[in-house]
């Protein structure tokens, strides 16, 4: 085990220890899934990510992802933008309000759907509009005491990094930290993260900067932090269906040893637990366990677990129907020790970034793409 090193990270004068983030998963870290990660760990659980205009305009479902549970601190929220304007009016309204304590801004997301927009990990690459909208929601943020954030990519793809200038450009614009994706858009969730680009943007910058990428296990957090100097971590798909690595981290910086392998009983009481907070979020305990449906496999992974069992716990609308299922399993199954290291959630090819006509033509064209703004969240 690789020795710890105890960076000391803070967020507006509170301390993050262990130096962890949970990062922005669609669908994934609603209010359900944050309480659920914070009763194994300790760190900062960032929520889905919002839409800059939906939240402005009140968006039914953008103001139920903003909800957080009351001990809930710090309270973090990502806003996607790409028009300064709206990302000010965003940003003074969860100042205005006291909706969060945190604001994230995403600059690193490669669906297609944002970067066809100029938004997302395709933004960086127009400087002086990635300037504007960071100091916007600095100097929005900044009457309440809120601290921005900034969370991205190397770049659209390898003939395109942009991490290094943009890092500096959000540290001058006066963002708290920086985290990194080790990636580039076009390799979405494929290969593996380089690691390199996390060291060099640590080396390049005065504030801290955090690492993503690969982090399947705590072991991974440490090495990553002892190869890059990186002030923390950003962990997205190593959690799923594993909220009890937020346990392994803690135990992991605190110089600890132990791991969480949690039997099969031990595992299908987390998932209970899971369908429960799920349901009391929504509202409805039908709602909530379908909404459950998309962890089951993410659970069970590795486990001798059959096809008709797994697929019954995927179709199951009520908490009865899970306990029924999970009374035919053998509780006493051991802990599948060859998914340890292995990845988690999404993985998929490399392929070229959509852009908006011209994107790649004028680095200091700072004219928001018609139509950038999108009005739903959840994407």
């Known amino acids: 085990m690789t020795s710890p090193r105890k960076p000391n990270l803070a967020l507006g004068g509170l301390p993050v220890a262990p130096p962890v983030v949970l990062a922005p998963m669609a669908g994934i870290t609603n209010v359900a899934f944050r309480q659920l990660c914070r009763e194994h760990g300790a760190g900062v659980y960032v929520c889905e990510m919002v839409m800059t205009r939906a939240l402005v305009e009140r968006n039914e479902k953008t103001l139920r992802m903003v909800t957080f549970a009351g001990d809930e601190k710090p309270r973090s929220l990502q806003l996607y933008g790409v028009d300064p304007l709206t990302v000010r009016k965003a940003v003074e309204m969860i100042a205005g309000e006291d909706l969060a304590d945190h604001v994230d801004m995403n600059f690193g997301c490669p669906v297609p759907r944002v970067t066809r927009k100029g938004g997302g990990a395709a933004l960086p690459y127009k400087r002086k509009l990635f300037g504007q909208i960071v100091a916007a929601a600095v100097e929005a943020a900044r009457p309440a005491g809120i601290p921005v954030t900034v969370k991205m990519r190397i770049g659209i793809d390898d003939d395109h990094h942009t991490f290094l200038e943009a890092g500096r450009i959000a540290q001058d614009a006066g963002a708290a930290w920086v985290a990194l994706h080790g990636r ?38 440490l090495r990553m932090l002892d190869q890059t100097g990186a002030d ?13 690595l ?11 040893p132990e791991r969480r392998l949690p039997n099969l009983g031990e595992v299908t009481a987390t998932m209970r637990r899971h369908a429960e907070l799920l349901a009391g979020w929504l509202g409805s305990e039908h709602d909530g366990v379908v909404d459950f449906r998309k962890h089951v496999a993410w ?39 060859d998914t340890l290291g292995k990845p988690r959630g999404r993985t998929n090819s490399p392929g070229k970034v959509t852009l908006p006509y011209g994107w790649l033509d004028d680095r200091d064209d700072d004219t928001v793409p018609a139509g950038a703004e999108m009005e739903d969240s959840g994407g």
């Open 232 to 244: 923390g971590v950003v962990v997205g798909r190593g959690c799923l269906g594993r909220p009890w």
């Open 299 to 337: 659970y069970l992974k590795g486990f001798p677990v059959g096809g008709e069992t797994r697929r019954a716990l995927a179709m199951a609308s009520s908490l009865a129907e899970l306990d029924t299922h999970f009374a035919r399993l053998d509780p006493a199954e051991p802990f599948p020790l």
């Open 184 to 221: 580039t858009a076009a390799q979405r969730y494929s290969g593996e993260a380089d690691w390199t680009a996390i060291k060099a943007l640590k080396d390049e910058l005065e504030i801290p900067v955090l690492g993503n990428g690969d982090i399947w296990e705590a072991d991974d957090a």
């Open 246 to 256: 937020f346990a392994d981290l803690a135990a992991a910086f605190e110089g600890r």
